[in-house]
């Protein structure tokens, strides 16, 4: 991919801080990363839901979502995979310059990918949260069908099955969705919000 020529960031006079006094509250990325059918989406939405009523600004970035849009020219490739990662990052990076907490929900199966989002942004604005499920809960739920399909051989490179998922190995948070309800993960997160400061 060429790389731009003559060009240079522009700054604000409304910086970031500026942003989050307006808000009340700090900007981070919120990263979801598990396996298809782990929970992700579902418990983005109801994070999401739970910041919006006690008044925090959010935006809510989610793979299939992205997909239709910024990402649609991307395939499933470990190449393409990788792009649709690093453009994510790029655009979580914006939300929190924007003063938003930004909910990103995808797969993200490689460890180098999410270390690098991390590094793009400032301490403390990467909070990544594992949802832990079993392969054979995933399966169960099997929400789009895509595992009897990639069992099938229909589907080719799918996490768990015949492609890599590396799961982090000191994420923020961990929620166990074989034994946690959705309710338990959200409150639980919420819990680290608030006291790690996020929340006022």
């Known amino acids: 991919m060429a790389e731009s020529e003559n060009i240079e960031w522009h700054h604000s006079k409304v910086t970031k801080e500026h942003r989050r006094h307006l808000n009340h509250h700090k900007s981070a990325v919120v990263w979801f990363t598990g396996l298809s059918g782990s ?11 739970e910041l919006h009523n006690v008044g925090v600004r959010t935006y809510r970035l989610d793979g299939d979502n992205i997909r239709h849009g910024l990402n649609k020219n991307l395939g499933f490739s470990p190449k393409d995979r990788k792009e649709n990662i690093r453009r994510i990052g790029e655009v979580s990076k914006l ?15 490689y460890r180098e990918d999410r270390d ?20 054979e809960t995933c399966e169960s739920r099997d929400p789009k069908g895509l595992y009897k399909k990639a069992r099938a051989g ?3 490179g799918f996490t768990g099955i015949d492609a890599p998922y590396e799961a982090p190995v000191n994420p923020e948070i961990t929620v166990n969705t074989d034994n946690q309800s959705i309710e338990e993960s959200v409150r ?6 608030k006291t790690q400061g996020y929340l006022e």
């Open 188 to 193: 639980a997160i919420m819990s680290y919000l």
């Open 39 to 49: 929970g992700k989406s579902t418990i983005s939405v109801e994070l999401e839901k």
């Open 116 to 135: 690098e989002i991390r590094e793009l942004l400032d301490t403390g604005e990467f909070i990544e949260v594992f949802v832990d499920a079993s392969i």
């Open 154 to 156: 229909e589907i080719k």
């Open 95 to 109: 939300m929190v310059d924007a003063g938003l907490v930004t909910l990103s929900a995808f797969i993200s199966p």
